[in-house]
């Protein structure tokens, strides 16, 4: 139950849905604050964006199963990064629109995507198989993203895609990624 006071909403009551839990690990926790802060940024005061709250659920779901944690927010982020007309351009080169050819790529957040060799500006080229997977996850095939063998080097670049992506379109910085950044250095 929410209520009014001045200009405050207040709970004054709240009930626990049955629900998959989450484990108490703070990778995994951090995994969800992710998830939650990223939502709450979407929604702006009491204007609610369509499809936050399932994409939130099924997230926070799929982080509950996942054994890794990285896998799930990553899915998540390629969805709300779709769901804000962030998502990255994946097939032709961000900055002249010709399909990608079949190999590593140089990704650009100002351009929005991918680049091809014409236009690349010397960044480091993103391999070819963190691309595929980029564009599974793009198409919202997440049963066949489950059974991806994705190893930590792999999963590194996917991440670097999508958060490059989400800071360069957000005005300020996620703390919870940047907490999960500064916990994955130190490891």
């Known amino acids: 139950m929410l209520r009014k006071l001045g200009q405050l909403d207040v709970v004054a009551q709240v009930e626990r849905l049955p629900g ?26 009491r204007h609610p964006v369509d499809g936050v709250y399932e994409l939130t659920v099924t997230a926070l779901e799929e982080l509950a199963r996942e054994s890794d944690p990285r896998r799930a927010s990553a899915y998540f982020l390629t969805a709300a990064l779709e769901l804000l007309g962030y998502a ?7 900055s ?11 990704f650009s957040p100002s351009a929005g995507g991918f680049l091809c ?27 066949t993203y489950r059974r991806l063998k994705i190893d930590d080097a792999l999963m590194t670049e996917i991440e670097h895609v999508l958060t490059t992506q989400l800071e360069h379109h957000l005005d300020r910085r996620l703390k919870s990624l940047q907490f999960l950044h500064d916990m994955r250095a130190r490891s």
């Not at 990255?88 to 961000?94: D, G, N, T, Y």
């Not at 002249?96 to 140089?106: G, S, Y």
């Open 20 to 45: 998959t839990r989450i484990a108490g690990e703070v990778e995994r926790m951090s995994h969800a604050a992710l998830i939650a802060e990223l939502a709450e940024r979407v929604c702006e005061d």
């Open 88 to 94: 990255p351009q994946l097939s032709v080169c961000a």
């Open 96 to 106: 002249c629109e010709k399909p990608l050819p079949a190999k590593p790529a140089a």
């Open 117 to 143: 060799d014409r236009d690349d500006l010397g960044m480091p080229p993103t391999s070819l198989a963190a691309i595929k997977v980029l564009r599974l996850m793009a198409a919202g095939d997440l049963q």
